[in-house]
């Protein structure tokens, strides 16, 4: 089962150059039944960002926001706040509107 990384290489993109990223800029700092969260360094503007991955019945989506944490704090966050992916995707939404 490679399709997750498979569909990463094409959903996951910078939030701030839209350059895509490659397999190693990333970090995967959790992974819930069919939500997983990965922490991107942009190798072409250093921007970090969290892209959001989540697979249900109506396909695979992609989401990307700019962080300034790094993976080490995110994953401590996302512990021991015990943020959710769905709290991410709100916190997303909030921020697009
Ligand atoms: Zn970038």
Do not use: P, W
């Not at 839209?18 to 970090?27: E, G, P, Q």
């Not at 939500?35 to 990307?64: E, N």
């Amino acid at each position: 089962m490679n399709d997750k990384t498979n569909n990463l290489e094409v959903l996951a993109r910078c939030s701030f150059c839209k350059a895509k990223l490659n397999r190693h800029d990333l970090t995967l700092v959790l992974e819930k039944r069919q939500q997983t969260v990965f922490h991107a360094t942009c190798s072409q503007c250093q921007t970090a960002s969290l892209i959001l991955i989540s697979g249900g019945d109506k396909g695979l989506l992609g989401v990307g926001m700019i962080t300034d944490l790094d993976k080490e704090e995110v994953k401590k966050k996302l512990v021991t706040e015990a943020i959710t992916a769905d709290e991410i995707i709100n916190v997303y939404a909030a921020l697009k509107n």
